[in-house]
């Protein structure tokens, strides 16, 4: 998204599910007040998430906060108590996928979580603005595949579609993941650790790390204090 007034670095609001009566309020303040059309705009994505979603209503959505599920099955999107989530979350047709973020987890502005197998994100981990989460491929390497796999997206032969590999995905608690970074698929990030902004991160990494680059590698150890987490 722009980098204006709605960015979480603008100042861009976070907002509960709202009432009926808001919902209808803002959508006609909208019209004159760009501060109102923000609002709506959160408005209408809590209802996507409510239709396409398990979603707390302890949980904040931003503006520009979406999610597509192309299995329809709301129990596919899963987000806990107080979840702040500014970014799009999608449920891919083909496999199993599942999205799960677990209490306290930030999702920025610009990012992206494609999901057909698996994700999972734990407790109190931050994912900053721009950072984009695959458990897939999303599509093959073969050019034959890779040829009917573009005919089933846009001629709709869905019996062309190739097997898309996909691995799930794993992020502890506590974690945090910089700007613009790449999860990609079969990744388990062990809790507590960072990953520098900009990195491609293609294999595992243990808990209490900082890893950064392309492929990401670890920099540094840190030093782990459970007890203050208590």
Known sequence: ??????????????LEKPTAYQKRLW????????????KAQIATAWQQFKQQANISPACLLGPQAWCVNMQADPQRICLEGRVICRGLLRIEAYGDGKILLHPEVYLGDDCLISCSNGVEIGNHTLIAHGVQIFDNDTHPLDWQSRLNDWKSIACGE???KPEIPSDPITIGQYVWIGCNS????????????VVAAGSVVTKSIPADVVVGGNPARILTELASSPQALI
Do not use: C, W
């Not at 722009?2 to 100042?11: C, L, Q, V």
């Not at 303040?29 to 923000?38: D, P």
């Not at 790449?182 to 650790?193: A, P």
């Open 1 to 14: 998204m722009p980098i204006n007034a709605e960015h979480a670095f603008g100042n861009g609001i976070s």
């Open 27 to 38: 959508s006609v303040l909208s019209i004159v007040h760009s501060a109102y059309r923000t």
């Open 158 to 160: 869905k019996h062309l």
């Open 182 to 193: 790449l999860i990609m698929k079969g990744v388990t990030i062990g809790d507590r650790s």
